[in-house]
Every structure is written in C-alpha cells, then in structure tokens.
C-alpha cells in the first residue's frame, strides 16, 4: 500500500467554485425543479422549498466542505478516510462505503443519460429529430406522440426475452460511448488540468445557452391561444396555492428537491473539498456553490421548460407534462415545442447542450469519489485509477443500459434513498462525534466571512431531526407501506412472489449493489491492514 | 397573474439572484485563499 503521497489542488478560487457549482447543477434544476415546484403549489411550493435551503441545505453544504478539507489535510479524499479523520472509531470507515459505493452506482446510469443529451443535441444540429404533425385540435399525448415514439425507439431499438431485455439503438450506443470515454479522459487529467478545466469552460457555456433560452421563451408571444402566454406559464409556476402549505407530502417533495439539486449525501463535495488547503476558504465557497446552484435552478431552471410547455399547450396540457415527470418534459415536450419555432433546431441543440454540459460535470463529480479511493488508499496514479474505474463501468453501465428496471432500482436505493441516509450520518458524525464547536471552529479557518453561530445549532439539532423524519417517512412510505398493503390484501405469499419475481433487471441492480459494497468493503479492510502493517514497521 | 404571484416570484428571483451576485462579488473581490495558481 501507498505512503504518504503529495495530493493534487485546485488551481484558482473560480475554478473550485465552477466544479463545485458543476457537481451541483445537474438535469434536475431543469427537468426536476419546475415540475415539482409546478405540482406542489406553484408559488407556495417556494416555502417550504426555502425553509429546507436555510435548515438542510446550507447546513449539509458546509458539514461536507467541513469534512472533506479536513480529510485531504490528513492525506484522504473519500468517505472511508474522511469519516475516520472525524471520528476514530473502527466502524467509520466501513460506514464511508456510502460516499463511495452510491456516487458509483449513480454514475453506472447517469453516463447513460447524459449521452442521450449529447445525442439529441448533435441530432437537432443534423435535423434528424421528427417534426410536429400539428397543434390543432388534438390531445397533448397525440402532438407528442412522435416524440415519445422516438425516445422510445432511441432507447429500445430492439427488445428480447418478453421486453426484459432492452437492445438501444446504434446512434444511442455510439453517443454512450463517446460520453463514456470523454468522461474517463477527463478524470485522467486529474482535477486540475481535467474537471477544473471542465467546469471553466462548461459552466459558461452552460449559463449563456440557459441565458439564451430564457430569452427566447420570454419572446415566444401567444402562438396558440391569446391567454397562452410566457406570463401565464410563470403564473402557473408561480402563483400561490396556499392549501398545499398544508399537506406533509409538499413540504417532504421541498426537502428532497434540496437534497438533490445541491448534490447532498453523494459524498462528491467531501471529494472536492478534499483538494483544499487546511487554510482555504470553504464558509463563503460553499455558500458560493449553493448560490449558483439556487440561481441556475429558480431563475434559469423555472423559466424554461414549464413556461413554454404552457405557451405551446395551456395549462391544463402542462399539467398533464408535468404528471408525465421530468423525462417526458424534457425528451419529449421540448423537442416538440422547439420543432415548431423558427431556427428551433438551435435552440433544441442548445437546450440538450446546456443539459449534457449539466450532466457531464456532474458525472465526473460523482466519478471523483472513486478515483481517490483509489489514489489515496492504493497509491494508484491518475491514469491507472481513470483506467480501472473506466473498465469497471464498461461491463457494469451494460446492467442499467440493456436490463429493464434495473435504473429504477438502483434510482432508488443509491439516488433517492442512499443519499439521505449517507447524510443523516455525516451530520452526526461530525456535529455529535467530532463536536460541534470543533466542526465550527474548522468551518471558520481561512474564512472570509463569518457564519452566524444559529446555523451552529441549527446543523446539530435541527438538520439530523429533518434527515431523520425524512429517511422515516420515505421508509414508511416506499418500502413498507406498499408490503404491508400487498401482505394484507394478497397475503404473504403473494408478496414473497411479487419480492422474488421482480424481473432480471431489478436483481441484477440489486445484486450489483450488494456486491459492491462487499467489494468495498474487502478493499477498505486491505488498505487499512496494509497501513497498519506499514505504520508497525516504520 | 395576481399581485401574489409576482410578489412569490420578484421575492424568489430577488433572494437568489442577490445571493448569487453577493457571493460571487466577494469571492471575486475578497481575500484570496492559499491556491497554488
């Protein structure tokens, strides 16, 4: 095992704060944000949508700065060394496969979609995507037909085994690929020569053509109707229904939302923040990241999508899109409204560009974690732990890309349920384990402002209370309540056999996961050994 | 929209959009931090 190595740095204050914002901005301030916000009370939805900001977000942005700088100080960049340099006890580093393991099989998928923003981008440019029958007269699943008929047969070229197997089609293949080998090139260069690099110029480039499109659905008028106006689609997004301040489901939609648009719990910040200095600023940085994170997603996400699917469809058709969710939105919607505007090819090539750009910094992001695993705790070099991930992926992407329910599954437990649990964890581990004055102390060296000592007690008691009703209601909810109602209704038998016979897909996913974690694991236990074999000698 | 509409959005674009050019005002004018640029 590796001694003591020199880790890398970032090169400049912006570019930290670019990558940092990269891993941030992701498909869902575009796709996921306004449709949440559209189905949960428009306007109202901002509440609690902000409360969570002030009580989850803010709290956990800084509780993982905190962590990951401390961490590379003492020579690690991933959870595993990370939890440990927080706590001294055994079991930290087993608890760190989570920043590890969901980041990983997040990305065995997300490279998988973020291609098809490629290959929709390169095949608007081409004129190769289909064009818009008519608006008259005809239901919003029939205009979108075509659409959703491509996406389907872009995806699903072909499928065996009774559809349990799903072959994509060559141009999603050959744009996978391509995807997939940009983004091991990148992480290659290492973080300041690739991802730094990456974020300076996708990040831009991400915000003009955000800039661009907003202007563009501002000055679309009333092609349809007179009352189908962009105004009226950000009344929709806007206008207040207070009754839905009253519903727990809005409020727990409001903190997830939080969760994910700032990329919490996925243990790629820790990473990042582990190429600092012990002196370099991380209060007024992470808050930095958030920001950005908060303009591309209120400002820049919400004025897009929801406002021109109104323009184009009234508002009961956007809410017919938006019950469709982000996918059927974004792939599907959007490429039927820029069909029928002029030089719409321009504008669907830059809507998937600013979605691929989203993506790609995002995935490396997610990848990092991995690559300084590797790098910190097994002494690889950039090239060689770029390598080993990159073949490693290759085989395992095949899982979500070809197995019918396998994303989902694994959607599920590594995006939607792992990262709040990863996080209720982090919290504790520092604020109750390492200490909250300590955390506090670590959080102000280097400094350029000063955080209001509330957040102190409020990243303590309030944060870990709220991840912890959160991880109960979504336990109750998803996993519990849909047993009990089959065991109930069906009996027991029928539950076992839904269990067992959930499809190929969803137990490969499953069993991908397990495994590994018991991967993981086994690795964390060998590095550690090798340390302590080698700190016995010296 | 009605005048509660524009007041969520003026407000939700004002929070973020000044946070936004606050932040990144003080990391553009503020101390610079130990980067080995």
């Not at chain 1, 428009?42 to 409360?51: E, N």
């Not at chain 1, 100080?73 to 939890?83: D, E, F, M």
């Not at chain 1, 499809?503 to 991908?512: E, I, N, P």
């Amino acid at each position: 095992m590796a001694g003591p190595r020199k880790r890398e740095h970032w090169g400049s204050n912006i570019g930290l704060i670019l990558a940092m914002a990269g891993n941030a901005v992701g498909l869902g301030n575009f796709l996921r944000f306004p449709v949440q916000a559209a189905k949960n009370g428009g306007g109202a939805f901002m509440i609690p949508y902000f409360v969570s900001f002030l009580l989850i977000g803010l709290p956990l942005m800084w509780v993982e700065w905190i962590i990951g700088r401390r961490a590379g100080v003492l020579g690690h960049g991933s959870t595993p060394g990370a939890y440990e340099s927080v706590w001294r006890h055994p079991i930290a580093k087993y608890l760190g496969i989570m920043g590890i393991l969901f980041p990983l099989v997040i990305v065995t998928y997300y490279n998988y979609i973020e291609s098809w923003c490629l290959g929709y981008s390169i095949l608007s440019l081409l004129g190769q995507m289909p064009s818009l029958p008519g608006l008259a007269d005809t239901s919003v699943a029939q205009v979108l037909k075509p659409f959703s008929d491509f996406l389907s047969g872009y995806m699903n070229a072909k499928t065996l085994m009774g559809g349990q197997v799903v072959i994509p089609s060559l141009p999603a293949y050959l744009f996978f690929l391509f995807t997939f080998i940009l983004n091991i090139a990148i992480l290659a260069l290492g973080v300041q020569k690739g991802i730094e690099n990456l974020a300076k110029f996708a990040m831009p480039a991400l915000f003009i053509m955000a800039a661009s499109l907003v202007v563009r659905v501002f000055t679309l008028g009333a092609p349809i109707s007179s009352d189908q106006t962009p105004l009226s689609g950000l009344a929709f997004l806007w206008e207040p229904q207070w009754s839905a301040l009253l519903r727990p489901s809005v409020w727990l939609a409001a903190a997830g939302q939080i969760f994910f648009t700032l990329s919490l719990g996925f243990g790629a910040i820790i990473t990042y923040a582990s190429y600092l200095d012990e002196k370099d600023d991380i209060a007024l940085n992470g808050l930095a990241t958030a920001s950005a994170n908060e303009f591309a997603e209120v400002i820049l996400g919400g004025s897009i999508a929801i406002p021109a699917a109104v323009v184009f469809f009234g508002v009961v058709g956007a809410q017919e899109i938006a019950r469709g969710g982000s996918f059927n939105l974004g792939f599907v919607t959007m490429p039927a409204i820029f069909s029928s505007i002029p030089f719409g090819w321009v504008f669907s090539a830059f809507w998937f560009g600013l979605l691929f750009f989203a993506g790609i910094t995002s995935s490396v992001a997610l990848s990092q974690p991995v690559i300084a695993f590797l790098q910190d705790e097994y002494g690889f070099s950039k090239l060689r732990a770029a390598l080993t991930l990159g073949v490693f992926l290759l085989i395992f992407t095949h899982i979500p890309i070809m197995l019918r329910g396998a994303m989902d599954e694994m959607d599920f437990w590594a995006g939607t349920f792992g990262l709040v649990l990863g996080a209720t964890f982090e919290v504790i581990i520092l604020m109750w384990f390492f200490g909250s004055d300590m955390a506090w102390e670590e959080l102000h060296k280097g400094a350029a402002i000063r955080v209001p000592r509330f957040f102190m007690y409020i990243t303590k008691f309030v944060t870990p209370v709220l991840l912890i009703i959160i991880l109960g209601t979504w336990t109750v909810m998803d996993i519990i309540t849909p047993a009990v109602k089959t065991v109930i209704q069906q009996g027991f038998l029928a539950w076992l056999r839904g269990f067992l016979g959930s499809g190929v897909g969803v137990w490969a996913g499953r069993l991908f996961m397990v495994a590994t974690a018991i991967l993981f694991a086994w690795l964390i236990k060998l590095a550690w050994r090798g340390r302590q074999t080698q700190g016995g000698k010296g | 929209m009605s005048w509660q509409g524009w007041a969520f959005m003026i407000i939700g674009w004002g929070v973020v959009g000044s946070l936004f050019f606050w932040c990144f005002y003080k990391v553009l004018t503020g101390k610079k931090g130990n980067y080995n640029s």
